[in-house]
């Protein structure tokens, strides 16, 4: 029962099949190239934003927090570090980050970019892509905050992608 309650806090209904990948591939929806893409961030306030994230290393999980104070769950560790860092507010549940900004296309990806993963076709947890094939998330109660690489063998295994704010 603890397990569904944590796992649905960074739950939501099925995805749109669109978009959903293999980091890196080519497969699914066609973004342009990274630079094209029309986005609320200048390649400084993603880089503002990834650097931050990487800063929040360590904070401890909590089921809806949403400050370093009190810990992050990963919707309110994109939240807050988007809110502080670019003026940028994203929703705060997965289940709309998957809607939030634009697509973006496995090679096309650049610091500051939003990570969505998938199990089946559940979106199941988000993260900040940071660069060099890494992101920072916030994974679970008695976690906290990481920094960890997309071709990870848990990660690698789930469906990926990735939304430009």
């Known amino acids: 029962m603890i397990l569904a309650l944590l796992l649905a806090g960074c739950a939501s209904p099925p995805p749109s099949q669109r978009g959903w990948q293999a980091y890196p591939a080519s497969v699914g929806e066609v973004a342009p190239p990274s630079a094209e893409l029309p ?4 390649p400084e306030l993603a880089g503002d934003v990834t650097l931050y994230a990487v800063g929040l290393v360590g904070t401890p999980y ?13 919707s309110g560790l994109i939240s807050h570090v988007y809110r502080s860092r670019a003026g940028v507010v994203p929703p705060r549940t997965v289940a709309k980050l998957q809607f939030w900004g634009a697509p973006v296309a496995g090679e096309a990806i650049r610091s500051g970019d939003v990570v969505l993963f998938a199990q089946r076709d559940t979106v199941t947890h988000a993260g900040i892509y940071v660069g060099e094939g890494r992101f920072v998330h916030a994974p679970s109660t008695g976690g ?17 992608a990735f939304r430009r704010p």
Do not use: I
């Open 39 to 42: 986005s609320r961030l200048t």
């Open 62 to 74: 909590r089921y809806g927090g949403n400050t370093p104070e009190s810990g992050f769950d990963c």
């Open 144 to 160: 906290e905050v990481r920094l960890e690489s997309l071709n990870n063998k848990y990660w690698a295994a789930q469906r990926v």
